[in-house]
């Protein structure tokens, strides 16, 4: 397996403007995170899926931000509007069960916002 | 969840064995002790994960005494590519909520 992808790798966008992250979990995972990475605040955990249905969307920072996952092999974090304060490395993490706690990580979305 | 204390920083050199302690005083008896390590630019991999006494795989050790307050890796003979941040955590098998990572140990490992 080619493990988790995300895309875009890099991201630069303006103030205002839409973004939506990208993921494919590891084949087989029943669990999915999106976590986001600043220097300030550390590694954050965002919102986790559990079979493709969002269980805990606590950490989600505000109403501009949504993420969904509409099959097993894809999910999206959309933030609209972006906003300066949301440039973060943006990860998405998989896991076959939560008995396991082991989260296969991707390798990141750093976002820019102007 | 119980909060987990590490220290921010280490300094060790290559060969040397590397001990970072957690503590984790509130940890309940659901929670399990989780490490995971961070190379820059990468999202954070697994390293090892106990419940109690010692763990050990190929790649480092995860020593817990009785009262679980606490838990130390263990990185034997290290090289300068295990200079990362290591993140512990206190995680619970019957939710994966609330999950933080926290600042982390950066080590640093020199010639």
């Known amino acids: 397996d080619a493990g988790v992808i995300q895309s875009p790798r890099h991201e630069v966008t303006e103030m205002g403007q839409e973004v939506t992250l990208r993921c494919k979990p590891i084949s087989g995972h029943d669990y999915l995170f999106w976590y986001r990475q600043t220097m300030m605040r550390g590694l954050e955990l965002l919102i986790y899926f559990n079979n493709n249905v969002p269980i805990d969307d606590s950490g989600m920072p505000e109403d501009r931000f949504s993420a969904k996952m509409p099959n097993a092999s894809f999910s999206t974090l959309k933030i609209q509007p972006s906003e300066p304060r949301d440039s973060a490395v943006y990860f998405c993490?998989?896991?076959?069960?939560?008995?396991?706690?082991?989260?296969?990580f991707g390798p990141g979305t750093r976002l820019t916002v102007l | 969840l119980a909060k987990t204390t590490q220290p921010i920083s280490m300094d060790s050199y290559e060969g040397q064995e590397v001990n970072i302690t957690c503590s984790h005083n509130n940890i309940a008896t659901n929670d399990y002790i989780t490490w995971y390590q961070q190379f820059p630019s990468q999202g954070p991999r697994f390293i090892i994960q106990?419940?109690?006494t010692k763990v050990t795989n190929e790649v480092a050790s995860l020593f817990i005494p009785a009262d679980r307050k606490s838990s130390t890796l263990s990185l034997p003979r290290v090289s300068l590519s295990d200079t990362a941040v290591y993140y512990c955590?206190?995680?619970?098998?019957?939710?994966?909520?609330?999950?933080?990572f926290g600042s982390g140990t950066r080590l640093s490992i020199r010639p």
């Open positions: 955590l206190v995680l619970r098998r019957s939710s994966a909520s609330k999950i933080i």
């Open positions: 993490a998989s896991s076959l069960d939560w008995t396991a706690n082991e989260q296969f």
């Open positions: 106990g419940y109690k």
